[in-house]
């Protein structure tokens, strides 16, 4: 199923180059890192992870539902180590199999699916017990400042120019109660100086199908 977000997805892939180069290409290198067997990417987007996969991954199947960033991910394929098929999906029906997948990557996409719980419970339908859930986002905020100022954004325009991007969810709260087991995580701040905007907490970490 096509999801179709043409001014949006020229956008993000235009912003997505400058934001690897301020230091997001070390977050994807490190979301991805001694990974082996078979990966599920979910939201692949423009495909800016699938260059940093390592040997050790036989396979990805990288599903984006926004015809323009999958056509730029299937474009990015042939540049990675590992073998690579992008296929059309959206995180709430992923096109593959129960229990197949070794690791499920999720990478800046929790922000905008429609229901994270429905997302969840695909990626952990789709992982073999004791898979592992590799996570990317930009979260809810710690401070309470920063909280009204990403409820405020929801609430307005945020979500209608960034593609039903929401700022204030809190994803790793998600993920648990999805029935993950969170083993690592790091939360920073992306980018790191400036002033402080409604998408600018991060997290990065690990989960293991329990």
Known sequence: MAVSHPIFSRLFARASVAMDQAGMAEHRARLVAGLRGRVVEVG???GRNLAHYPPGVTGVVAVEPEPRLRALAR???PGARVPVTVVAGLAEA????DGVADAVVL????CSVPDQAVALGEARRVL????ELRF???VVAQTPGLRRAQRLADATLWPLFCAGCHTARDTVAAIRAAGFEVTALDRFRFPPT???APASP???GTAIRA
């Open 107 to 110: 990478s800046l996409v929790l």
């Open 136 to 138: 990317y986002e930009h």
């Open 202 to 204: 991060h997290v990065l």
């Open 194 to 196: 400036g002033l402080p």
């Open 94 to 97: 992923l096109p593959v199999a």
């Open 75 to 77: 474009a990015a394929a």
């Open 44 to 46: 692949a987007g423009n």
């Open 128 to 131: 073999r017990p004791g898979g």
